[in-house]
């Protein structure tokens, strides 16, 4: 009698552990809610000074996130100014030529420069009537023949610099200034570009969920300051094994139900890729052979303001 009481007792043991530890459904697969995720990051180093938004709030493109203290840009907007302010000078001047002062500077070295020629020009003619008759040497002859030729080069000189002068400044030194003014001007308004830059905005819609830095710390270029997902991007990602593939095809309409609210919708298979990587796996049991290949299934969902609200990461059975 004993004996019969202990069997009895061990069978219940049985069918109480069968009970609770059910087998899960075999047609039954689990998978994430997923949104595209998007990231704002500043494209200057900067101090951040002050954060507009805060963790949680939707924000519209356009939204001013941040604002970064660079004081590198305004030393480069006062230096590109001052280069502006001397090549447009220059260009100024390029193009007046030569001024009434300087006119009268170059006349007066002109008229000196030719008397200084024909004074020349008179000693030679008297060294030569006096070397003809043997009244002077050859070496004082030689030098009043380099004199000569020395006073014809500086009036020549001289001439051709009134000549330019009256007939104005070259073109290509016009053209020259111009391009130097035209690259300052460049080089300012990169600078004033960059200024802007102080500003983070938001180049898109975003349901923001984190803020990586603080007011006072340092956000280099680059770095993702902002991070969050685009509003209304929600899908589904599913791991199917090879031996259920068949069951799915793209384009196909599939049923979904919401783990931890229940709720039913339905969504389109948008592509079935293979899967090489076992930290892809979404599915908690994954229940295959090991040669079986594994693929993700991407289910967008029919009624996006029904999905939208749904929270990412949320498990979600494919039916």
């Known amino acids: 009698m004993k004996k019969n009481i202990y069997i009895i007792s061990f069978l219940n043991l049985i069918i109480l552990v069968s009970c609770g530890n059910p087998e899960k459904p075999s047609h039954v697969f689990e998978g994430k809610t997923k949104k595209d995720v998007v990231s704002f990051a500043p494209k200057l180093t900067g101090r951040i000074i002050k954060i507009y938004v805060s963790e949680g709030q939707t924000l519209k493109k356009g939204d001013t996130l941040a604002l970064l203290d660079v004081p590198e840009v305004t030393a480069k907007i006062a230096q590109a100014q001052g280069a502006v302010s001397a090549a447009q000078a220059q260009e100024q001047m390029a193009k007046n030529g030569a001024t009434a002062d300087q006119m009268i ?3 007066a070295k002109y008229k000196g420069l030719k008397e200084q020629y024909e004074f020349a020009q008179k000693s030679f003619r008297r060294a030569t009537n006096m070397f003809r008759d043997s009244l002077m040497s050859p070496q004082a002859y030689d030098e009043a023949y380099a004199k000569l030729q020395g006073a014809k080069a500086q009036y020549d000189a001289v001439n051709a610099e009134l000549h330019e002068v009256k007939k104005g400044t070259r073109y290509e ?51 993702a300051l902002f991070n969050g997902y685009i509003p209304e991007s929600t899908y589904f990602r599913f ?14 309409t599939v049923r979904m139900q919401v783990v931890y609210n229940k709720e039913e919708l339905e969504g389109t298979i948008v592509y079935i890729k293979q899967l090489t990587r076992y930290a892809d796996i979404t599915t908690a049991y994954p229940d295959y052979q090991l040669q079986d290949a594994v693929y993700e299934i991407k289910v967008k969902p029919k009624d996006m303001n029904k999905a939208k609200n749904i929270l990412v990461n949320a498990n979600v059975v494919l039916k």
Do not use: C
């Open 105 to 107: 500077q170059l006349q």
């Open 173 to 223: 030194k016009v053209a020259m200034a111009a391009g130097q003014a035209s690259q300052a001007e460049g080089a300012l308004q990169a600078a004033h570009v960059a200024y802007a830059e102080r500003y983070v905005i938001a180049t898109n819609d975003m349901e923001l969920e984190t803020i990586s830095l603080n007011p006072g710390e340092l956000a280099t270029a680059g770095f």
């Open 239 to 252: 791991t199917i094994p090879e031996s259920k593939i068949s069951q799915y095809k793209k384009g196909q």
